[in-house]
């Protein structure tokens, strides 16, 4: 099969009741948006482009996966790029957001992770928020370098892992909701930008062992 182009605004729609695995690359330009709706899994083993205006929306019944390597590519545009699934997002490729739009990351029941060779970058204004219900796992680094504020909330578990947060010079807020039930985790990342302000909040224990100005 071949890569999928579209340009227009119409939105474009992948529904299965399944699975959705995808191998070709899909580039979407115009003001339609890409969705895609799985009743099982989403494995992106490829790239998306979404340089139009629309929303990209990927949501599962099962599990997010994007393998090492491939990017998800959402240029400019003031709609929001979201990834809801059920039962857990790995992440080990790239997601490159720019604009006014949201990044939204979302794990109903279970975990987020964020692999050493993952990354989520937002150069524009808009901000960067994960929800999970357990543990979220940075190994990869997350970066807002448009002044957006990037917030973390977690009901069940807490943030671990190496990987950074690096924030631009904006007065800017990373924020942390940790309830965890007193569950106690350390996050051994450092968080950077001479603008940025920490704030964490929940009964969840958090522990900085990172090298950086906060503790």
Same mark, same amino acid.
Request: proline share 1%; glycine share 18%; net charge negative.
């Given at each position: 099969?071949?890569?999928?182009?579209?340009?227009?605004?119409?939105?474009?729609?992948?529904?299965?009741?399944?699975?959705?695995?995808?191998?070709?690359?899909?580039?979407?330009?115009?003001?339609?948006?890409?969705? =895609?709706?799985?009743?099982?899994?989403?494995?992106?083993?490829?790239?998306?482009?979404?340089?139009?205006?629309?929303?990209?929306?990927?949501?599962?019944?099962?599990?997010?996966?994007?393998?090492?390597?491939?990017?998800?590519?959402?240029?400019?545009?003031?709609?929001?790029?979201? =990834?809801?699934?059920?039962?857990?997002?790995?992440?080990?490729?790239?997601?490159?957001?720019?604009?006014?739009?949201?990044?939204?990351?979302?794990?109903?029941?279970? *975990? +987020?992770?964020?692999?050493?060779?993952?990354?989520?970058?937002?150069?524009?204004?808009?901000?960067?928020?994960?929800?999970?219900?357990?543990?979220?796992?940075?190994?990869?680094? +997350?970066?807002?370098? $448009? $002044? $957006?504020?990037?917030?973390?909330?977690?009901?069940?578990?807490?943030?671990? $892992? #190496?990987?950074?947060?690096?924030?631009?010079?904006? #007065?800017?807020? *990373?924020?942390?909701?940790?309830?965890?039930?007193?569950?106690?985790?350390?996050?051994?990342?450092?968080?950077?930008?001479?603008?940025?302000?920490?704030?964490?909040?929940?009964?969840?224990?958090?522990? =900085?062992?990172?090298?950086?100005?906060?503790?």
């Amino acid at each position: 099969s071949s890569p999928i182009t579209e340009n227009g605004s119409n939105q474009l729609t992948l529904d299965a009741d399944g699975d959705i695995v995808l191998n070709n690359e899909i580039t979407r330009t115009g003001s339609g948006g890409i969705q =895609l709706d799985a009743g099982g899994e989403v494995v992106i083993n490829t790239n998306i482009n979404a340089n139009g205006t629309g929303l990209l929306d990927i949501n599962a019944g099962h599990t997010i996966t994007l393998n090492t390597g491939k990017v998800i590519n959402a240029s400019s545009g003031s709609s929001d790029v979201t =990834l809801d699934a059920v039962n857990g997002i790995t992440l080990g490729g790239d997601i490159a957001r720019s604009g006014t739009g949201a990044l939204q990351i979302a794990s109903a029941n279970q *975990f +987020i992770d964020l692999t050493t060779d993952g990354s989520i970058t937002h150069s524009g204004s808009g901000d960067v928020s994960l929800s999970s219900v357990e543990e979220i796992t940075l190994t990869g680094d +997350i970066t807002q370098s $448009g $002044g $957006g504020d990037v917030s973390m909330a977690i009901s069940n578990g807490g943030i671990t $892992g #190496p990987g950074d947060i690096h924030m631009g010079s904006s #007065p800017v807020t *990373f924020a942390i909701n940790q309830d965890g039930g007193g569950v106690a985790t350390t996050w051994s990342g450092i968080l950077t930008g001479s603008g940025s302000a920490f704030t964490k909040t929940g009964t969840g224990s958090l522990r =900085l062992s990172g090298d950086h100005a906060y503790s």
